[in-house]
Nanobody, 120 residues
Framework: VQLQASGGGLVQAGGSLRLSCAASGRTFSINAMGWFRQAPGKEREFVAAIRWSSGSTYYADSVKGRFTISRDNAKNTMYLQMNSLKFEDTAIYYC??????????????WGQGTQVTVSS
């Protein structure tokens, strides 16, 4: 199982970025995928998740209304559209694959991180 994240970068506050995460290996058994982020000096936190079959989505309160998670089943790829970015969204974003529990993703596999930097 491999997860390849991409799409990070530097953006001004108020701007937008779209992250992608491509899954390979045992893709037939994907239950859910999602994003976590870790800012310097802080713990890794849940951002958003999506159930692979139904498309049901889950978000952290801090990103609701600004971020949208989606997936393309045919491409085994997940996306995170991030709008109205704030300085506090600056972090390394990690994609993950696992299951949904209590409205969050319980990760079983991690991808590498992609840096998102929002300048104020």
């Amino acid at each position: 199982v491999q997860l390849q994240a991409s799409g990070g970068g530097l953006v001004q506050a108020g701007g937008s970025l779209r992250l992608s995460c491509a899954a390979s290996g045992r893709t037939f058994s994907i239950n859910a995928m999602g994003w976590f982020r870790q800012a310097p000096g802080k713990e890794r936190e849940f951002v958003a998740a999506i159930r692979w079959s139904s498309g049901s989505t889950y978000y952290a309160d801090s990103v609701k209304g600004r971020f949208t998670i989606s997936r393309d089943n045919a491409k085994n790829t997940m996306y995170l559209q991030m709008n109205s970015l704030k300085f506090e969204d600056t972090a390394i974003y990690y994609c993950a694959r696992g299951g949904i529990s209590s409205g969050t993703l319980v990760p079983g596999y991690w991808g590498q991180g992609t840096q998102v930097t929002v300048s104020s």
